[in-house]
């Protein structure tokens, strides 16, 4: 039977690790390594001057995980050396609660950092995401919400990646899926331009020093064919093909040190 490791950047108590966990069992053996906390917006970081700690836990349903004290990264990293028996034939990472659009989140995203490592390690890896309102609070990844439809569309995916690999071009996928998803239609999207404006909010402290807020607002408007775009606007489900090699053009580079 095939291996399929699961990770994320919402904490190994998300609850969208848990839904996914439990959608796939019937395709592959199920093995979860993820960090111990939240740790969006941390990219592709890996810890190379800190210890690993690897600790076996319980997930809500009794299903046994293992959580990091690290990074995303570090997550994938370890559940492929240490925790897997052999080579996982799928990393998947997910379910995040929060689309990951556009080119920036490639570097600032945790989901898509530990995606983008196990396709460094040469395993064909999916990065999930799902939108979910702002207004609405979550702590360490857990959010209560009907995942039925969203675990549907995944399952066929990956299921598909299990019988044929990833497409020609491919290291990874990146999924996006919209709020209040009621079919699985699916839009094969480029990468938008951006997910947020950017701004920094300065902000004084009681003892009357300051300090810094990274904000901004969503982007709602982008060109069709993105990401963005079909998210926010048409309200579809995004895939994305995503490579490794970001190599520009090297014809320019030589014309332009001529």
């Not at 592959?28 to 939240?38: D, G, K, R, S, T």
């Not at 959580?67 to 052999?86: F, H, K, R, S, W």
């Not at 807020?213 to 048409?234: M, P, Y």
């Not at 579809?236 to 490794?244: A, R």
Request: with cysteine; charged share 20%.
């Amino acid at each position: 039977m095939k291996t399929i490791l699961l990770t994320n950047d919402d904490g190994v108590n998300s609850s969208g690790l848990l839904e996914l966990k439990q959608s796939l069992l019937n395709l592959a053996n199920i093995e979860i390594c993820a960090p111990l906390v939240q740790q969006s917006g941390i990219g592709h970081a890996i810890s190379l001057f800190e210890p690993i700690r690897l600790i076996k836990t319980t997930l809500n349903d009794g299903t046994k995980a293992h959580a990091v004290i690290g990074t995303p990264t570090d997550a994938v990293l370890m559940g492929i050396y240490e925790v897997c028996e052999q080579k996982p034939d799928l990393v998947i990472s997910g379910i995040n609660l929060g689309e990951n659009l556009g080119k920036s989140e490639l570097t600032s995203s945790g989901t898509l950092g530990a995606a983008m490592e196990a396709a460094a390690q040469n395993i064909p890896a999916l990065a999930v995401s799902i939108q979910v309102d702002c207004s609405i609070k979550f702590q360490n990844g857990f959010f209560e919400m009907n995942y039925g439809h969203i675990t549907e569309l995944i399952h066929e995916i990956v299921e598909r990646i299990l019988k044929y690999g990833l497409p020609k071009g491919s290291d990874l996928l990146n999924l996006n899926i919209p709020a209040n998803i009621n079919k699985k239609e699916l839009e094969i999207a480029r990468l938008g331009e951006r997910m947020y404006s950017m701004s920094v909010e300065k902000r004084m402290d009681p003892r009357g020093s300051s300090y810094y807020w990274f904000g901004g607002e969503e982007v709602l408007k982008d060109e069709s064919g993105t990401d963005v775009d079909a998210i926010r606007n048409k309200k579809v489900p995004t895939l994305t093909p995503i490579k490794l090699d970001c190599t520009g053009d090297m014809e320019s580079l030589k014309n332009w040190l001529k």
